[in-house]
């Protein structure tokens, strides 16, 4: 039924002082969130790990959660979906979320506005067989372009990548505004619910939520990938309900900065703010009004009274450590997780982020990116975590 790209449808003496020079220059430099060091020798120490940081930091991956736009329209499918389908069961937003990421990616690099309509709208790939996107699928068109924009053939559209006569019998009308639109979030996700559903199945049971998922898109290596996403959400929501208020808190001010510009030397207690010059691949965070690692840590830790040091090394000298040993399993939400070029020394610690739960963190990666989530596992040389909370 689905997809925009799969081909089924629906990375001695000599060398005792080789080591202490190495030492010397791993313990002189933190990179990414602390201010550079004065003078020559410090900015030499510095662009000797330009390569390591710039490489390390180029891995981190791009926005893994879900823009608040389309979580309240996956919410508010929920909430309706016994007026659409009465004998539908265990229908949750995780479920909504795992079709919508794989989909999608939850509508990314579209806006979202107020009512829910997502500008540009989304198609699929041209289904006449041309093999485009990995699909040698053709369907002959049947809305004369009317959600697909081309007369000329079939494409997927909108979040949940409908094809045009499926929206047909499914869509929904989730704003409420008389209209079924598969490219407006709110009437999309509610469809899906609907088609997941079908004629009233119990999602809460194994057997038929993968079903319902096969239904979708007839692959199973389309079911396993959903289910994972799936797992994760749901695993981030459980870990959610038993946040203590302050660490809800810290969560919640940190979270606010999405979107803010990283800015090296950027951030403070009170808030983001300009940086200073230079990053170690040259990037001035002299006019960029936002955050680096540190800086978003330090402001959302403000916020609860709780004061840090301004570096990443030095923040991990706080609270309770969580040793890399432990494994990212260890990690609640509000931990502060640590990343550094040489293992179990935490002078050498590079990077900051802040744990969200589901394995992911609250992240200002490096110059040119926004504060974002990203998978605690996209960032290299993992040094555990410290509990503040």
């Not at 939850?106 to 067989?129: E, F, M, Q, S």
């Amino acid at each position: 039924m689905t997809g925009m790209s799969r081909d089924t449808r629906v990375r001695p003496a000599r060398r005792w002082l080789k080591w202490a020079l190495l030492t010397g220059v791993l313990l002189a430099v933190t990179v990414c969130c602390m201010a550079p060091l004065s003078g020559a020798s410090a900015r030499l120490a510095a662009l000797s790990q330009q390569e390591n940081a710039d490489v390390g930091l180029a891995e981190a991956g791009s926005s893994a959660d879900i823009p608040p736009r389309m979580l309240q329209a996956y919410k508010n499918a929920v909430q309706h979906i016994s007026t659409v389908v009465p004998p539908c069961r265990g229908m949750r937003w995780p479920i909504l979320a795992g079709i919508a990421k794989v989909e999608s990616h939850h509508a990314a690099g579209r806006t979202l506005a107020a009512n829910g309509d997502i500008r540009p709208k989304i198609y699929g790939v041209l289904l006449n067989g041309s093999g485009a996107g990995g699909n040698t699928s053709v369907f002959a068109d049947t809305d004369g372009g009317k959600w697909d924009g081309t007369a000329a053939g079939e494409r997927a559209v909108g979040p949940f990548q409908f094809m045009p006569a499926t929206w047909e019998s499914s869509g929904q009308d989730g704003n409420n505004d008389g209209a079924r639109d598969p490219h407006n979030a709110d009437d999309a996700a509610l469809g899906a619910a609907a088609y997941l559903c079908g004629r009233g199945r119990n999602l809460a049971r194994t057997d038929q939520l993968r079903a319902a998922i096969f239904q979708y898109n007839h692959s199973s290596e389309y079911v396993a990938n959903v289910r994972r996403w799936i797992d994760q959400y749901t695993a981030a929501a459980q870990d959610l309900k038993s946040l203590s208020a302050k660490v809800r808190a810290v969560l919640d001010a940190a979270s606010s900065q999405r979107g803010v510009p990283y800015s090296w030397g950027g951030g403070h207690a009170d808030g983001k703010s300009t940086g200073i010059c230079c990053s170690p691949s040259g990037v001035s965070g002299e006019g960029i009004n936002g955050f680096d690692c540190s800086g978003l840590t330090t402001y959302a830790f403000a916020q609860v009274g709780i004061r840090l040091p301004r570096t990443a090394a030095a923040q991990a000298g706080r609270g309770q450590r969580i040793p890399a040993t432990a494994g990212h399993g260890a990690l609640r939400p509000g931990d502060l997780v640590f990343f550094g070029y040489a293992p179990g020394r935490d002078t050498t610690i590079y990077h900051v982020g802040l744990y969200v739960g589901g394995g992911r963190m609250i992240n200002a990666a490096r110059p040119g990116t926004l504060v974002r989530y990203d998978p605690v596992d996209a960032m290299p040389g993992y040094a555990g975590g410290a509990r503040l909370l």
